[in-house]
């Protein structure tokens, strides 16, 4: 059949997924400190970096916060095309929400609950009026995630406590792309769309040596997705030509149904903080992510689609970690003044750079401020995050250029003790 | 204290308002290329030789719509020559190229059949208005008063350049020599002679194609050997000495590798019948014998693979399907044929790299087999999201007769060209955008009153995936 001939064009562009887009700013505190907060974990948002560190909390603890990331990305390429040619994506902000609470249920055992959204981002690139050079990778990509991850952590000797959690993982995914249909010179544009629900969970340990010193370690597993119940819909220009018109309708499914899989990675850390006064303590942290997990990318679809019901494509992300440092100084019993550095290893080997994703080692500085005033706090912590220039020169997709990145973050978090 | 409390919040506010900017450079695209001295030199008279590849034939025709794409145009166009400084002999719609027993001109491709095979249909030339006895587009294009600086002329072999002056006096017996040498006018000059007189700065020469390619794409039938590999090297030096000696530069190709060809590859071994793979019979070299992965069959025998009229077998017996009804030897090149084709391919290539590594720099190579080999495996040529390959109508590098280019082929082709032409000679003639070509080639506003009077008299049938509906 002839049908099954389209079979490279279609691959949808990849998820937008890497160590950077990994969200680790689920608390300002933390993010203050580089997100070196594995070993301290006193606050609620322990939840996420390590859920045994709530058993230090008591009585009832809520906090609630948001971290408004604004990245900005440029492509400068393809060499193919101009070597100079720059584009950049479209600025957008982001508001990934954290909510946490905890219970002392008795001085030994305390629950807690955890609202975040670890995994997600988006990139889009040129409009529809004013598509861009890299039309055919991808026009726009947006993945959510949010877990809602309920814990119970146990003080199990005086310096020791341990914790166990699951989560209940939403995922939303949507990835746009324009599409060339070879045989008419043509181009589409090509829409996936799909939601699902996962399943994982997470450990944490905390031991404290002479009330200085302390040590955690955290695990949160892969999460996989099967997106079964995705939708995919197909659009291309009516030409003059029916008989073009006509073929493009009975190979394009306007709209069908479409399956893949995704697996989160599974993360794993370890943390070391040191008090060296009552007011002043440092912290540093090693943050494993799994992303071999991320393979290949496939897709099923319901009905053929340029005759095929399936299309592959190799994505073969490598595991990285970061680095993480943060510095908390205690200036009196009502501010408290934090700093911090973050060094992130990239996720995407070299040749599977796009723009889907312009992904590489990232430096990160934070800086923050905490108050608080009898029951209520409230931190606020920016963070700058500074990509390196990234040169492509052995793109699978013959799309070589330089790839150029930066964010800014700005988080605030507002607790309150009952 | 206090102040210094005042003060650290004051700048983490400032953070906030502010933010970081992506730093943006200061020239965001290249300004357009300035022609050095070099590209200059070369470009104030570039003239091509060559066969069909050169001449710009496309969808088994020659005319003008395409020839607009020949890739030598396409070079010139990129080094800013105009129309007037880069003159091809075009010809009106629908051109001339094949005359098949179902019709003659262009092949289009009309959409999908029922069953969603490909409708493939030479464009007939009733009611075009076209006379292939004066097939040129205008009486501007007919009457050049000088040589064209396109000289590749459809379907000649190696020896033809340097000495058929018409068709009837060639070696391929082209009928397309009369047309582009223009002779008794001109002379009866050959295509070198009329290239060297427009005293060329660059010459390009792609020939010796159908040195192999007439032997191969007849399944080894006519010509019944590829030519010579010692006259081959004797005829292609003495070619390039005389382009040479007359004082230009040359930019060569070497030939591709037939069996990364879709006329080669596209047809299957095996058809299915009844939900079984059956290899064909054919009429090989060693026999008739049932067809192995090995043997290649022929883009031209698929609407014959079946057909029960005793044309070509006995009458009622499904062609290639029997042992008594094997498909013919020129509808297959079969496994020896094939060696054949594929060592002269290796013996023309090895002549053409010597004789350019020989040249003291005056000649550019090009490695148009390394293209395709490169393009025919499973990764194909990705290009920005779109992967080109070498497969018969969905790859985007083969038109519809399956040996030639379509536009964009041509312009790989033409880049191709440019980075050896760069290479060789210091010369900075700009690449072609390939993205940019995509845009550019969104279909034309087709007349649809032309559409609706071709009559369907050519469908191939399932030429992919190794099916056939008996």
């Not at chain 1, 040169?391 to 070589?400: A, L, Y």
């Not at chain 2, 076209?130 to 000289?151: H, I, K, M, Q, T």
């Not at chain 2, 004797?234 to 230009?248: D, M, V």
């Not at chain 2, 297959?332 to 350019?356: G, H, M, P, T, Y």
């Amino acid at each position: 059949m002839f049908k099954k001939l389209f079979l490279l064009l279609f691959l949808p562009a990849s998820f937008v997924l890497a160590s950077g887009f990994s969200i680790y700013e689920q608390g300002s505190r933390a993010t203050a400190l580089g997100g070196a907060f594995i070993a301290r974990a006193d606050d609620p948002s322990a939840v996420f970096y390590n859920p045994a560190g709530i058993s230090q909390l008591s009585g009832w603890q809520i906090s609630v916060g948001t971290t408004a990331i604004q990245p900005q990305f440029s492509f400068t390429g393809p060499s193919t095309m101009d070597s100079k040619f720059y584009t950049e994506a479209k600025k957008n902000v982001f508001f990934p929400t954290h909510l946490y609470l905890s219970y002392s249920i008795k001085p030994w055992l305390t629950a807690g609950f955890g609202f975040y959204s670890p995994f997600g981002l988006a990139t889009e690139w040129g409009t529809k009026e004013h598509p861009w050079v890299g039309r055919l990778l991808t026009t726009r990509t947006e993945l959510q995630t949010f877990y809602y991850n309920p814990v119970i952590a146990a003080k199990l000797t005086d310096n020791l406590s341990a914790a166990a959690g699951v989560s209940l993982v939403q995922a939303n995914v949507e990835m746009e792309k324009d599409v060339f249909f070879t045989p008419r010179n043509l181009f589409g544009h090509s829409k996936l769309k799909a939601n699902t629900t996962g399943f994982g969970i997470n450990l944490g340990l905390r031991y404290t040596f002479f009330k200085r010193l302390h040590l955690g370690a955290v695990y949160r597993s892969s999460v996989t997705l099967n997106f079964n119940d995705g939708e995919a819909r197909f659009t291309f220009p009516t030409t003059t030509d029916p008989i073009i018109n006509n073929e493009v309708s009975s190979l394009f499914p306007a709209k069908t149904k479409a399956k893949s899989k995704l697996v989160l990675p599974a993360t794993f850390g370890l943390g070391i903080a040191y008090e060296a006064t009552e007011n002043l303590s440092f912290e540093f942290n090693y943050v494993y992510m799994g992303w071999h997990t991320y393979d290949r990318l496939k897709v099923t679809f319901a009905d053929p689609v340029g005759g095929e019901k399936e299309t592959v494509s190799p994505r073969n992300y490598s595991d990285s970690f970061s680095l993480r440092f943060g510095i908390e100084y205690r200036l009196d019993p009502h501010f408290t003044l934090r700093a911090g550095y973050l060094w992130d290893y990239h996720a995407v080997p070299s040749a599977y750079v796009e723009p889907t994703l312009p992904e590489n080692d990232r430096h990160n500085y934070t800086i923050g401020l905490g108050y608080r005033l009898k029951s209520w706090s409230v931190d606020v912590a920016y963070q700058i995050l500074l990509q390196d220039d990234r040169n492509i020169k052995q793109s699978v997709n013959n799309f070589d250029g330089k790839y150029t990145g930066i964010a800014n973050l700005y988080g605030l978090t507002v607790g309150y003790a009952f | 204290m206090k102040i210094l409390k005042i003060f650290l919040v004051l700048i983490l506010f400032s953070f906030f308002i502010a933010g970081c900017k992506l730093e943006e450079p200061s020239i965001k695209k290249s300004n357009p290329v300035q022609l050095n001295q070099p590209a200059q030199e070369l470009f104030m008279s570039f003239v091509a030789l060559g066969n069909s590849l050169t001449a710009g034939y496309q969808s088994a025709a020659l005319t003008a719509k395409y020839q607009e794409y020949s890739f030598v145009k396409q070079i010139a166009k990129q080094a800013g020559l105009s129309d007037d400084q880069f003159t091809q002999p075009l010809l009106g719609w629908p051109g001339l190229g094949a005359y098949t027993e179902k019709g003659a001109g262009i092949l289009q491709f009309n959409g999908f059949d029922e069953n969603g095979n490909p409708k493939i249909d030479p464009v007939p030339y009733a009611g075009t208005g076209f006379d292939p006895f004066n097939p040129f587009l205008n009486a501007e294009v007919a009457g050049l008063g000088r040589p064209y600086n396109n000289l590749g002329i459809p379907g000649i072999v190696l020896a033809d350049v340097d000495s058929a002056i018409s068709s009837a006096q060639s070696y391929s017996g082209s009928g397309l020599i009369d047309v582009v040498l223009r002779n008794p006018a001109f002379g009866n000059t050959t295509a070198l002679q009329q290239a060297l007189s427009l005293q060329p700065k660059l010459v390009s020469l792609w020939i010796g194609n159908n040195d192999v390619l007439g032997y191969a794409t007849s399944g080894g039938t006519y010509p019944p050997a590829p030519t010579d590999k010692n006259t081959f090297a004797y005829l292609y030096n003495s070619l390039l000495q005389k382009l040479l000696n007359a004082g230009t530069k040359v930019v060569l190709a070497n030939i591709p590798d037939v069996t990364n060809v879709p006329f080669f590859t596209t047809v299957p071994y095996m058809v299915e019948v009844q939900g079984n793979n059956i290899p064909l019979w054919i009429q090989a070299t060693d026999g008739v014998r049932q067809a192995t992965a090995e043997d290649l069959i022929l883009l031209t025998a698929k609407s014959y693979i079946g057909d029960v009229s005793g044309t070509y077998g006995p009458a009622d017996v499904p062609l290639g399907l029997d042992k008594s009804a094997p498909l013919p030897s020129a509808f297959v090149l079969d496994k020896q044929e094939k060696a054949i084709a594929r060592q002269a391919v290796a013996d023309f290539n090895a002549v053409i790299s010597d004789l350019a590594a020989n040249s003291g720099g005056k000649v550019a190579l090009v490695d148009i087999n390394a293209l395709l080999v490169d393009a025919s495996d499973e990764d194909g040529y990705p290009l920005a999201g779109v992967t080109l390959t070498t497969n018969f109508l969905s790859g985007g590098i083969f038109s519809l007769d399956g040996v030639h280019p379509t536009n964009l082929g041509y312009a790989l082709i033409a880049n191709e060209f440019i980075t050896s032409i760069n290479e060789t000679f210091g010369a900075n003639v700009p690449m072609i955008d390939l993205l940019q070509f995509l845009e550019e080639q969104q279909p034309l506003k087709l007349n649809l009153q032309k559409i609706a009077k071709l009559p369907n008299m050519l469908t191939i049938p399932e030429i992919f995936g190794g099916k056939i509906n008996l």
